[in-house]
């Protein structure tokens, strides 16, 4: 077995600071509901806004999506799919409500 | 060769594959894919958004999230998730198949830990009646958890049988390159099960 390099280390580091990150955001996220110390109306919009910071954690440190040219690509892919998800599942979630709303 | 230069795609390094443009671009397709599942989650997630009150008197929200076993459950993802990371740097750094090995395992076995947690929660779930066809929250609800729950599965025998293949031949470069293709699959199971005890479970008892 060889001696892990500087740059081996570097990258577990990075790894390490990823996971601590998700730890502290998922703690905060089952806080935020379990221990009721945020107001009730407060509770949902924290929860998005958690669980959309630990995406792009996720995504940053584990996955390696970032802003450096050779993986632009990946990140129009995904910004791209990202774009048509929004439209399809924002329409879906307008109409159907309309319609709940209409039939009441 | 400086990390920057030779990292193509997102995740690890193929800069030492053989298969060099080949590779990168077997990669890029696997994105691809990658991206069609989470549309394909993203829409499941959708209908459950319009079906979260269409509980029909039936079990709602609160009775089918026991929220000790979720945590448990985003614990063991997490930690396999994070495990895959250090068994691909294993294999980055060239520390030999047995280290690789034992990290790839930590991974399959807290894979094989959440499905497991999963599962008695799907069984406490039928227990109580709270079964897919009883109402429509319920019907997205199995639908979004148990597609998630598939995919995992799915995951672990890939692990399994990616084992097999690094044990009867090494870890060659065509097998790096799967081993590659999988992480990006595990982690980005980790990132959909963000959404899903977030927004499901969650956002349900809140």
């Known amino acids: ?104 | 060769m400086s990390d920057q230069q030779t990292n193509m795609h997102p995740g690890l390094n193929l800069g030492y594959v053989g298969g060099g443009k080949h590779e990168e671009s077997k990669v890029f397709g696997f994105w691809v894919f990658l991206m069609s599942d989470l549309v394909t989650f993203g829409l499941v997630f959708a209908i459950f958004g319009t079906m979260r009150n269409a509980t029909a008197g039936g079990p709602g929200a609160h009775e089918v999230t026991e929220l000790r076993s979720i945590a448990i459950q985003t614990g063991l993802l997490l930690l396999s998730s994070f495990a895959f990371s250090w068994a691909s740097l294993a294999m980055k750094y060239e520390a030999g198949r047995w280290r690789f090995l034992i990290w790839f395992s930590v991974a399959a076995t807290s894979g094989l830990g959440f499905l497991i947690f999963e599962l008695l929660d799907f069984h406490h779930l039928i227990e109580i009646g709270a079964v897919p066809q009883r109402s429509g929250y319920l019907s997205a609800f199995w639908s979004l958890v148990g597609l998630h729950g598939l995919h995992v599965a799915g995951g672990l025998l890939w692990i399994g049988v990616l084992t097999l293949q690094i044990l009867k031949f090494g870890l060659t470069d065509t097998i790096k390159s799967r081993i590659t293709r999988l992480g990006l699959y595990w982690h980005f199971l980790d990132i959909v099960w963000i959404g899903i005890f977030s927004l499901v479970f969650l956002a349900g008892v809140a």
């Open chain 1, 1 to 104: 077995m060889k001696h892990s390099g500087p740059e081996e280390r570097r990258e577990r580091g990075f790894y390490t600071l990823g996971l601590g990150l998700s730890v502290v955001l998922t703690v905060a996220s089952f806080a935020s509901v379990m221990t009721g110390i945020l107001p009730s109306a407060w509770v949902i919009p924290a929860l998005v806004v958690l669980a959309l910071a630990q995406i792009v954690v996720q995504l940053r440190y584990f996955l390696h999506i970032d802003f450096t040219h050779q993986k632009r690509e990946d990140l129009q892919l995904l910004l791209f799919t990202v774009l048509l998800l929004a439209i399809m599942a924002f329409g879906t979630l307008w109409v159907m409500a309309d319609l709940g709303d209409r039939m009441m």
